[in-house]
């Protein structure tokens, strides 16, 4: 993939080959100006491209053709006929994190299982694929670990291959059942806009979300279909869901450092400090202060 150099830390950008066959680019672009980044990468390599913040713009075939991907969303390309370099164009204040793995490697992961996933079955294993995917608030905080991680160089590899293994497990994460092109009530597009709106109105009334079956009441679906439609596009119930999006929330508020931890556990609806705490530590396996000042 790269046949000079394993580990490349340049500006804002950081390539890492954590063990043969996978590595990680992240890039953190916090200037005033676009940064380009470029890398070869052989057509073996499946890439997972994840924008974490702000915008970022892939350029093939010298420039002309390009695909962009904004705040919390990814990417996947893979072409088993050709090299698909990165030409990556990262906007000002913009953020990303590409986790690069050869298709042997994601074969030996799902060995037992490669029918589950399309481009491992042997029908499919010379068909180019291109897939958009929105970052889930479970797969966002394993993006923001993997940006901000503060180690000793000792255990950097060992952390970000658990962190890069976690967020492969994320993005192929849906129920045995949840097959959209098989499921015929999620063939409705009615039933597919109700259960984006039930998303919708969780997330924006994180502080008092109405129950289930108010919530399945106001989109118009049986608490049933709720619960099955939800789970088949987003990959959780609906309050885990809630609840991984309100720790990624509150997350980013004390990363500014505008708020203490009672004022940052309100906000997102713990009426005490003490539940906020213990939420926050249950996610993240630390305490609100010790993340501030890791």
Aim: hydrophobic share 40%; with cysteine.
């Amino acid at each position: 993939m790269l046949p000079s150099e394993k580990n490349i830390a340049r500006g804002s950008e950081q390539f890492i080959e954590i063990e043969e066959g996978i590595s990680i680019l992240s890039v953190k672009n916090d200037s005033e100006h676009e940064e380009c980044i470029t890398h070869n990468i052989s057509a073996d390599f499946i890439q997972f491209h994840f924008c974490v913040k702000g915008e970022i713009k892939f350029n093939f075939n010298e420039g002309s053709y390009a695909l962009n991907i904004k705040e919390d969303s990814s990417l996947l390309l893979y072409n088993p006929e050709r090299d698909l370099p990165i030409n990556l164009e990262a906007s000002s204040q913009s953020w990303s994190v590409s986790i690069l793995i050869s298709i042997k490697k994601l074969h030996t992961l799902f060995s037992a299982e490669a029918n589950y996933i399309d481009f491992l079955t042997e029908d499919n294993r010379d068909k180019k694929f291109y897939k958009e995917v929105v970052v889930t608030p479970a797969m966002a905080v394993i993006l923001s670990q993997i940006l901000n991680f503060n180690l000793h160089p000792s255990v950097r590899k060992i952390y970000l291959k658990g962190k890069a293994y976690e967020l492969i497990g994320l993005y192929f994460n849906r129920p045995a059942e949840a097959d959209i092109e098989q499921c015929p009530f999620l063939d409705d597009e009615d039933n597919v806009k109700k259960i984006k709106l039930a998303k919708t109105i969780i997330l924006q009334r994180m502080t008092e979300p109405p129950t289930l079956q108010a919530l399945a009441d106001e989109v118009g679906l049986s608490l049933k279909k709720l619960k099955e439609g939800f789970k088949e596009i987003y990959g959780d119930t609906v309050f885990s869901f809630l609840f991984d999006y309100k720790m990624d929330y509150a997350r980013k508020l004390l990363e500014k450092g505008q708020h203490n931890v009672n004022e940052v556990g309100l906000s997102i609806g713990y009426s005490t400090a003490s539940h906020f705490i213990s939420a926050f530590k249950k996610k993240f396996g630390t305490t609100p202060k010790k993340y501030i000042q890791g």
